[in-house]
Nanobody, 124 residues
Framework: QVQLVEPGGGLVQAGGSLSPSCAASGLTFSVLAMGWFRQAPGNEREIVAAISPSGGSTYYANSVKGRFTISRDNAKNTVYLQMNALNPEDTAVYYC?????????????????WGQGTQVTVSS
């Protein structure tokens, strides 16, 4: 059974940091592209960051570039999202997802497995 578990959300003031992680089980993590998405109320789910199976390639949405960092530890079957300089527009439910692809992918429909989501709330 495939599981993606995402602890690490929470409430933070503007300018603060959070570092959610996503632990995968039930699949061969090292061959999966991974992504972080977010969805705010009334908005569509959008890509935040993505990383290739080896970790050698990454992608960031323009809105988070320079503030967020995606990384992975294949030995621990875990992907991380370091979020700095948070602002209220970053408030959303954040989801990690796994894609059975060998390269970074940005398309929601390319992802095969999804976590349950973790709430990130940034207060002004």
């Amino acid at each position: 059974q495939v599981q993606l578990v995402e602890p690490g959300g929470g409430l933070v003031q503007a300018g603060g940091s959070l570092s959610p992680s996503c632990a995968a089980s039930g699949l061969t993590f090292s061959v999966l592209a991974m992504g972080w998405f977010r969805q705010a109320p009334g908005n569509e789910r959008e890509i935040v960051a993505a990383i290739s199976p080896s970790g050698g390639s990454t992608y960031y949405a323009n809105s988070v570039k320079g503030r967020f960092t995606i990384s992975r530890d294949n030995a621990k079957n875990t992907v991380y999202l370091q979020m700095n300089a948070l602002n209220p527009e970053d408030t959303a439910v954040y989801y990690c997802a796994a894609a059975m692809r060998l390269a970074v992918t940005l398309r929601t429909n390319h992802y095969d497995y999804w976590g349950q989501g973790t709430q990130v709330t940034v207060s002004s």
